[in-house]
C-alpha cells in the first residue's frame, strides 16, 4: 500500500524558512521521480518541483525558481523541499507524489497524503 505522509509546514514571517519532508513507503522509491505539489485555497493543484530517480535532475516551478530546493534521500525514502525567502502567495497545503517517468503528465499513484499546511503571514 502507497503513503505519502508530509510534515513540516507551519506558519512562517515573510522572507522566513522551512523545509518539508515526504516519508514515503508501499513502494520502490528509488525508481521513481518525486515531486512536490501545492494546493492554496481555490486553486487546482500545482507542481512545485520534481527531481528524478538519482537526485541528477531538478526542474522548478517559475514562481519558486531561486528559492526552493528539491532534494532526496533514496535509503531513507524521503523528499524534502527546501523553501526560503517565503512570501504570502506560498501559502497552501503541499503534497509529495511519485512519477513513473521524469516527463510523466500524471503522478504514479492515485492516493495522496494530507498534505501540510504552509502559511506565510505576518
Known amino acids: 500500500q502507497v503513503q505519502l505522509v508530509e510534515s513540516g509546514g507551519g506558519l512562517v514571517q515573510p522572507g522566513g524558512s522551512l523545509r518539508l519532508s515526504c516519508a514515503a513507503s508501499g513502494f520502490t522509491f528509488s525508481r521513481y521521480s518525486m515531486r512536490w505539489y501545492r494546493q492554496a485555497p481555490g486553486k487546482e493543484r500545482e507542481l512545485v518541483a520534481r527531481i528524478s530517480s538519482t537526485s541528477i535532475s531538478t526542474n522548478y516551478a517559475d514562481s519558486v525558481k531561486g528559492r526552493v530546493t528539491i532534494s532526496r534521500d533514496n535509503a531513507k525514502k524521503t523528499v524534502y523541499l527546501q523553501m526560503n525567502s517565503l512570501k504570502p502567495e506560498d501559502t497552501a497545503v503541499y503534497y509529495c507524489?511519485?512519477?513513473?517517468?521524469?516527463?510523466?503528465?500524471?503522478?504514479?499513484?492515485?492516493?495522496w497524503g494530507q498534505g501540510t499546511q504552509v502559511t506565510v503571514s505576518s
Open positions: 507524489n511519485a512519477a513513473a517517468s521524469w516527463g510523466a503528465r500524471e503522478p504514479a499513484f492515485g492516493s
